[in-house]
């Protein structure tokens, strides 16, 4: 049987830390000086709103989700505030919105082609530089799901299939396979409970680990998450197209011990008994409506807005119970008897559903995203007054989630800028 190196380490100072991570599972040295070298990141989302060479060439390349389909100021706002053009006159690095670059589809076998960034495509090594969370609805995102940030919003859409035996697990447990050799880093100095969206925990839990092997990288890095990832269907499913076992048997942790650093990180947002609203908003007595539990068809630019609209709803509840409305999101939701008012949000929802006898009133939100002033007329419709400043001011929401963390020294800004 073949043995995978992950080497796992405590984060302790910026320089040393990497390097050890690095080192231990094999270094660099397979990277020659004249190798084209992509990083790709994990920034996922960013707002203006709040304060937040020779010897080869090097990329740093990200997709970043965002509000307004075609922004190109927000990503490059984010690279300047990083500091990544700082890299670029230091060591020539270039710095790419993969939006504005090409795209190339690859046939990944099994009837799956998906479209991805050609830089990356047509490296020579990617270093794939993931942040370590649990996922709302992939469970964890690390190594292998860091990579759907390479692909094209068409592609993107396409991963959230309403077929259960070929759904988003499915797709993503072939991201991996496009890619040349891949090095990934898992930065878990902070880790994410019920991420990716903002209104997750972080935690300051100084942990790296680090392979050329993205699969055994990933398989650690959901047992330091509590994880098991036979229970993970895309890692269970890339490891059974592998030939690879699930409890880790084939993989050589090197540095610190796994069961030293695992660390239980929720993934799923608690919702009450039905599916049919948070726990939190229910726990308030809110009542009257049904926002039930996003599936895994909601998209990546759909899910943004849904804990925006979760938190206007909330914030609107004035102790009357509303008039039995129902939010639908996805591709796949159903309506339920007895509901009088139906909020279609989004276009393939409303394209499921507009001809829908069951439906006692429908009120469409047809956008692909739905624009924010569409799902506040919408909802007004059903008679909830959400505050449109919520929605139509939501690149500035971020800071009421960041405020958790303000003047706490472990959660020093300082360790997201070039030094």
């Known amino acids: 049987m073949s043995r995978y190196n992950v080497s796992l380490v405590r984060y302790e100072k910026p320089l040393e830390s990497v390097s050890k991570a690095v080192e231990l599972c094999g270094g660099l040295t397979r990277i020659s000086a004249s190798a084209k070298v992509f990083i790709k990141p994990n ?3 960013w707002t203006k709103e709040v304060p937040f060479p020779k010897w080869g060439v090097i990329t740093i390349g990200e997709g970043m989700v965002m509000g307004r389909p075609g922004d190109q100021e927000t990503p490059a706002h984010a690279f300047l505030t990083l500091g990544y053009q700082e890299l670029g ?3 020539g690095v270039k710095v790419i919105n993969t ?3 090409p795209f190339q589809e690859v046939d990944l076998g099994q009837d799956i082609k998906l479209s991805f960034n050609v830089d990356a495509l047509h490296s020579d090594f990617v270093v794939d530089l993931p942040v370590m969370k649990t996922h709302a609805q992939t469970m964890v995102s690390l190594g292998i799901k860091n990579l759907k940030g390479l692909i094209d919003v068409n592609s993107r859409k396409r991963c959230h299939s309403t077929d259960l035996q070929r759904g988003l697990h499915f797709w993503v447990s072939h991201m991996h396979r496009a890619m040349p050799p891949v090095f990934t880093l898992i930065d878990g100095i902070f880790t994410a409970e019920r991420g990716p969206g903002l209104d997750g925990i972080m935690h300051r839990s100084n942990l790296l680990a680090a392979s050329w092997d993205v699969l055994s990288a990933d398989l650690v890095g959901a047992r330091l998450l509590g994880q098991d990832p036979a229970q993970v269907p895309y890692l269970a499913q890339a ?10 048997s084939d993989v050589e942790v090197i540095g610190e011990r796994l069961e030293d650093l695992a660390k239980p990180h929720e993934w799923s947002f608690p919702y009450n008994a039905d599916d049919s609203l948070p726990l939190l908003m229910a726990q308030k007595g809110i009542s009257g409506v049904s926002f039930y539990k996003y599936d895994s068809t909601m998209c990546t630019y759909c899910s943004t807005l849904n804990g925006v609209l979760l938190s206007a709803i909330a914030m609107a509840w004035r102790g009357q119970p509303w008039d039995q409305v129902e939010v639908l999101t996805g591709k796949m939701m159903l309506p339920r008897p007895g509901a009088k008012k139906t909020v279609l949000l989004g276009k393939c929802m409303y394209q499921a559903h507009k001809d829908n006898p069951d439906i006692a009133l429908m009120i469409p939100v047809k956008g692909c995203p739905p624009k924010p002033e569409q799902i506040v ?3 007004h419709k059903a008679g909830i ?3 449109p400043t919520i929605l139509l001011g939501m690149e500035r929401l971020p800071g009421m989630f960041m405020k958790r963390y303000q003047g706490k020294p472990e959660f020093d800004e300082g360790l997201f800028r070039v030094a």
Request: aromatic share 12%; net charge positive; hydrophobic share 50%.
């Open 377 to 379: 007329e919408a909802m």
């Open 89 to 91: 006159k230091r060591f």
């Open 43 to 45: 920034i996922v989302y």
């Open 385 to 387: 007054m959400v505050d």
């Open 239 to 248: 490891a059974h197209r592998a030939g690879r076992p699930l409890d880790l």
């Open 99 to 101: 939006f504005e670059r």
